[in-house]
């Protein structure tokens, strides 16, 4: 898997492991894209939060956008530029330090943070029991009553709560101002939720898109437990969570197609373009993904194209990559790429320059091999299921008694209405008040906001 959303053949994958840098998150975006169709839904928000971090992805026309860089290591959250740039295809996501093991703490001013330090997996947050001292998100969620620390991995493994409201303690007698321990909880419940929508709409907007009312398809393993407060947060009124939400991206991987992202730079006017020049570059890149895709097992017959360019108004330093309607050798009509190109640029910044001359950067050239479809059915019980406890739960609008059910219990068809638990083995939903919730015939579960 590449950064790009392409499967490639392992030799090539050796070869050139900078492009995997971003895979696994890839897989997540390519599986949103791909339940996107399946739905029916053109424009989405993939919401993937995990134990490290979250990530979001922009899902445009059913897919994910293709970036020609990205940066690792930003020092500013949400500052392009802070990072290391690398200069491979990418999908466009945006990173937020914050996941499950963020570690909470109190900054020089005395404020509450969350991340991006992590707890990680060992020794993890303090309720594992694996000796970690630090707070984390998960300890928040556990002490809020969103977690239950006796069905943790289906009762596989029990949370230490005690150890975790300690710790959520030693943090509130570090604040400012005097707080009990499940103020200071919801508070880390609060900034990592605050966090996640900021990062969304510094994503959406710096591509021209209102995240308000984009509906977020949520997984990872606490996806569930956050995303319908970050969707309040974005003015959403849907929250869509899939089936094997804890290893979706694991799943993107088994139902992407094999794919190569290329890229070759062919500065100039778009005037005076020199289409030999473009027809041997293309050819070459043609060349090499039709070579990297049967070495990883498609029939040479079966590859299949698409095409862009990098484009950019002449003395701009920041070029726009412009999808083309197909091989621009065929017509080589300039007008035609000018008209594309513009379009893409006023839907960035608002404004076109139609009186300054234009030119084109570099070629892209991407190779397809066929799609993929996965049989991955959910079998749903027969009969509704009822709720097997209920449990105090402090949210944001107060504390409720909310609804325990076990979702493999679940009937296609059936409503639930929040405050109410959905628990799986590997992960667990949240519906707060005002929430209702209908399980799908496919397994998964869309969640809707009553609005007013």
Known sequence: MLSSGGIIGAELAGRFPVRMIESGPAAGALVASYLADELGIDQLMSFDMGGTTAKACLIQDRRPLIAGTFEVDRRYRFKPGSGLPVTVPAIDMIEIGAGGGSIAGVDALGLLTVGPESAGSEPGPVCYGRGGVEPTVTDADLVLGLLNA???LGGEMRLDAEGAVKAIERLAAKLDTEVDVEATALGIYRVVGESMAAAVRAHTTDRGIDPRGLPLLAFGGAGGLHACYVAELLESTTVIFPPMASVLSAFGALITPARLDM????????ATIDWKHVGDILDEMETEGRGALVD???????VRFSYSADMRYYGQANEVTVELEGDPRADRDTSRLRARFEKAYEN???????EMEAEVVSFRVSAHGPDVRRDHQTTLASAPG???????VRFESGTARAAVYARAALAAGQRIDGPAILEERETTLVLPPGWRAEVQSHGGIVANREEG
């Open 296 to 302: 990883a097992g498609i029939a040479e017959d079966a």
């Open 263 to 270: 890229v070759r730079g062919a500065l100039g006017s778009l």
């Open 150 to 152: 006796e069905n943790f």
């Open 348 to 354: 960035l910044y608002g404004i076109r320059l139609s």
């Open 386 to 392: 009822s709720p097997s406890s209920e449990r105090s």
